[in-house]
């Protein structure tokens, strides 16, 4: 059976959908309370579109995640989740004109390398598995 085994406090057999909604209604009952605590009001008529919108797009995110994942080998969504942040601090600096330092630079650089580095190891690999499997055929026609 699937679900939240109570006794042990155990999830198991939870599916990705069950999995988002859970941690996004735990999330979402432990923000709300100290959201209005630290603002001390409600949010005003301007702000809850802002809020739902906000809310609605890391659904959307997450579900992209998850379909990507299904995709894609993990460590190819969190080198392309490691170049969307990237991206976004870029733009951050671009937009916003935000200070860049000789780290920033260097992590920016960092970045950089390791996808290179990355995409080189891939085609390696993926080289070497197609040799091995032409070689593997080979052997097995000619017997």
């Known amino acids: 059976s699937s679900g ?3 006794e042990y406090g155990e999830i198991t057999g ?3 959908n069950e999995l988002q909604f859970y941690t996004s209604l735990s999330a979402t009952c432990l923000q709300v309370p100290l959201w209005l605590l630290s603002r001390m009001a409600l949010p005003g ?3 809850v579109p802002l809020l739902l919108l906000n809310g609605l797009c890391f659904h959307l995110q997450s579900v992209i995640a ?3 994942m299904n995709l894609i ?3 190819t969504h969190s080198v392309a ?3 969307k942040r990237g991206l976004l601090i870029w733009l951050s ?3 916003f004109g935000n200070p860049v330092s000789l780290y920033n630079w260097l992590g920016a650089g960092l970045v950089i390398a390791g996808v290179f580095l990355y995409n080189e190891a891939k085609k390696l690999t993926d080289l070497r598995r197609r040799a091995s499997f032409r070689h593997t055929a080979s052997k097995a026609i000619l017997m």
């Open 81 to 83: 989740n490691t170049v």
């Open 45 to 47: 008529l301007s702000e």
């Open 4 to 6: 939240i085994n109570a």
């Open 93 to 95: 600096v671009m937009v």
């Open 14 to 16: 939870v599916s990705a």
């Open 66 to 68: 998850y379909c990507l």
């Open 73 to 75: 080998s993990p460590v």
